[in-house]
């Protein structure tokens, strides 16, 4: 992945550290906090909680929802503290994507001992 996609690979590094650091057990709040620690020491360019608006007929639905993180520009990265990944989640993930027209998208798991990561694109 770091060649064919060295951003990813980056937000990846970012959040394993952020993992050693902290470990388990803590609300999404606070790895959101010190991922974004992490993004300021790196360098990596960040967006925090981008609204991601939803259409219907052309019409833009009234309430939008909030991704954790858009870094780069057009890497959307989602994070969870939960205890696993599931059907719930994936899906919000490719909702976020659709909704933002971003392509690329990490969906973050902090709950466990080892991090927890999934890599999506839309093409």
């Known amino acids: 992945m770091s060649r064919g996609d060295p951003e990813s690979y980056a937000v990846i590094g970012a959040a394993m550290e952020v993992q050693n650091h902290l470990g388990r057990g803590y609300l999404e709040r606070a790895y959101q906090e010190a991922l974004e620690i992490e993004f300021i020491e790196r360098k990596i ?7 991601v608006t939803l259409h219907y007929k052309g019409r833009q639905l009234g309430a939008p929802y909030r991704a954790d993180f858009v870094c780069y520009g057009s890497l959307l990265v989602e ?7 599931g059907d719930r989640d994936r899906a919000q993930m490719l909702h976020y994507l659709k909704g933002t027209k971003i392509e690329r998208g990490l969906l973050i798991n902090f709950a466990s001992d080892r991090l927890e990561y999934e890599r999506y694109i839309l093409s």
Do not use: D
């Open 45 to 51: 360019p960040y967006q925090r909680e981008v609204a």
């Open 79 to 85: 994070l969870k503290a939960i205890p696993r990944l």
